[in-house]
C-alpha cells in the first residue's frame, strides 16, 4: 500500500513549456486534490475531483487543467508555464464520509517545480 | 473568506512541552487537522478533532480546542529534536451540499529544537 505517490519529484521547465503532474492513489479514495506550497503562503488549493470524471476549481485555478479519467489518478497540467508557477505541488486524497462529505486527507510527499 | 492564523516560529529547549497555537475565523468548521511537514518532505497528518470536542490526546500530542474563541492549540510533550519541523493547522468548513473544497491552512508554524 503505497498511499499517495507523485511524479515526477523535481522538476525544471523553461518559460511557455507545458508538463503534467501526475498524482497516484492506492486507497480507493474518491476525493483527490491538488495544492501548492509556497514560502510564506501556506497551502492553497488549486484544483480538486469529488470522483471519476468530475474536477472543480479550487482558490488559485488559473493557469492549470486537471483531469481524473481514472479513480486513481488526478493529473495536473501546465500548458504553458510561467515563473509565477515555480512551487511545490501537493496531492492529496481522501474517502468520502458520511453524508457526502470528505474524510481526513492524505498527501503525497510532492513535486519541485523551477519555471526558469 | 476563511482564515487560518499561526505564528511562524517557536523556539523550545529539548525536553520541555512545545505549545502551538492557532487561531480560524469560520465558525461552522467541523473538523480541524495538525498536519507536521519535515524539510524537504510532503505533509504527514498528526491528529485531528472534531468540533464538538475540547480536548484530544494521543500519546504526546494534546489538541485543545476552544470554540466560542476559535483557538486550536497543539501540545508536544517531552519535545524532542525529531520534532523539528513545521505545523500546520488546517480547517475544514461544513458546506451546503456536502461539498468537497479542500482544507484551508495556516502559514505553518516553524518549531526549533535547542539542545
Known amino acids: 500500500n503505497a498511499g499517495v505517490t507523485q511524479t515526477p519529484k523535481f522538476r525544471v521547465l523553461k518559460t511557455g513549456q507545458s508538463m503534467t503532474l501526475l498524482c497516484a492513489q492506492d486507497m480507493n479514495h474518491e476525493y483527490m486534490y491538488w495544492y501548492r506550497q509556497d514560502p510564506g503562503m501556506g497551502l492553497r488549493l488549486i484544483h480538486y475531483?469529488?470522483?471519476?470524471?468530475?474536477?472543480a476549481k479550487g482558490e488559485v485555478p488559473d493557469g492549470y487543467n486537471v483531469s481524473r479519467l481514472k479513480k486513481q489518478n488526478f493529473l495536473l497540467g501546465l500548458e504553458s508555464a510561467a515563473p509565477s508557477q515555480t512551487s511545490v505541488y501537493f496531492c492529496?486524497?481522501?474517502?468520502?464520509?458520511?453524508?457526502?462529505?470528505?474524510?481526513?486527507?492524505?498527501f503525497g510527499p510532492g513535486t519541485r517545480l523551477l519555471v526558469l | 473568506g476563511e482564515d487560518v492564523e499561526q505564528s511562524l516560529f517557536l523556539s523550545v529547549r529539548e525536553g520541555d512541552s512545545s505549545v502551538i497555537n492557532c487561531t480560524y475565523t469560520d465558525s461552522s468548521s467541523t473538523y480541524l487537522y495538525w498536519y507536521k511537514q519535515e524539510p524537504g518532505a510532503g505533509l504527514q497528518l498528526l491528529t485531528y478533532?472534531?468540533?464538538?470536542?475540547d480536548m484530544k490526546q494521543d500519546q504526546r500530542l494534546t489538541v485543545l480546542l476552544n470554540k466560542k474563541d476559535k483557538h486550536l492549540s497543539l501540545r508536544i510533550a517531552d519535545t524532542q529534536t525529531g520534532d523539528s519541523a513545521i505545523y500546520f493547522c488546517?480547517?475544514?468548513?461544513?458546506?451546503?451540499?456536502?461539498?468537497?473544497?479542500?482544507?484551508?491552512f495556516g502559514k505553518g508554524t516553524h518549531l526549533i529544537i535547542q539542545p
Open positions: 488546517a480547517e475544514r468548513s461544513m458546506y451546503s451540499g456536502g461539498g468537497a473544497d479542500g482544507l484551508t
Open positions: 478533532i472534531f468540533s464538538n470536542m
Open positions: 475531483s469529488v470522483g471519476e470524471g468530475t474536477t
Open positions: 492529496a486524497s481522501s474517502y468520502r464520509g458520511r453524508a457526502g462529505l470528505q474524510e481526513t486527507q492524505y
